[in-house]
C-alpha cells in the first residue's frame, strides 16, 4: 500500500494527434503525485482510474502501449519520473513522479471524454491508501 499526499493534473487535456498506426486519436496530460517511495506507481494510478469508472485495467488501462491496443477507448500510462524530496526534516521521505496519461479512442470526441474522466478521477486524490 503506498501513501499518496496528492494528485494533481498539471495542465488540461490536450490532443496531441494520432497513434503509430494512424487510426487512433490521442489526448494527453500529465499528472504529478506527491507520495511514498513506491516502485507501483503506475498500477496504483490504474486502480485509482478503474475504481472511478474510467476502465479496466490490463483491458482499458495499459501500463505500455508496446502491446496491441484494442478499438475500445483506452487509457494508456507511462512514467516519466520523478524526484526525491524530503518532508518535515527526513522524518517522512516522498517521491514526486509524473506520469502521462494517454487516452486513445477511434474518434476525437471518444478520446476526449475518456481524457477528461481520468483527469477527474485523478484530480480528487487526496491523503489517500492505494
Known amino acids: 500500500m503506498t501513501r499518496y499526499q496528492y494528485t494533481r493534473p498539471l ?15 490521442v489526448v494527453t496530460f500529465d499528472v504529478a503525485s506527491h507520495q511514498e517511495a513506491s516502485t507501483t506507481t503506475l498500477a496504483d494510478l490504474g486502480a485509482l482510474l478503474q475504481a ?6 490490463g483491458t482499458s488501462i495499459l501500463f505500455t502501449s508496446r502491446v496491441s491496443i484494442p478499438d475500445a477507448p483506452t487509457v494508456v500510462l507511462r512514467d ?20 502521462r496519461v494517454e487516452a486513445s479512442a477511434l474518434t476525437l ?20 491508501d492505494v
Open 52 to 57: 472511478a469508472g474510467v476502465g479496466t485495467v
Open 109 to 128: 470526441s471518444a478520446a476526449k471524454t475518456l481524457a477528461w474522466q481520468a483527469y477527474h478521477a485523478l484530480e480528487v486524490v487526496h491523503n489517500q
Open 11 to 25: 495542465q488540461e487535456p490536450y490532443t496531441t494527434g494520432y497513434d503509430e498506426t494512424g487510426r487512433r486519436v
Open 80 to 99: 516519466l519520473g520523478g524526484v526525491d524530496v524530503s518532508v518535515q526534516e527526513q522524518v517522512h521521505r516522498f517521491r514526486q513522479c509524473v506520469t
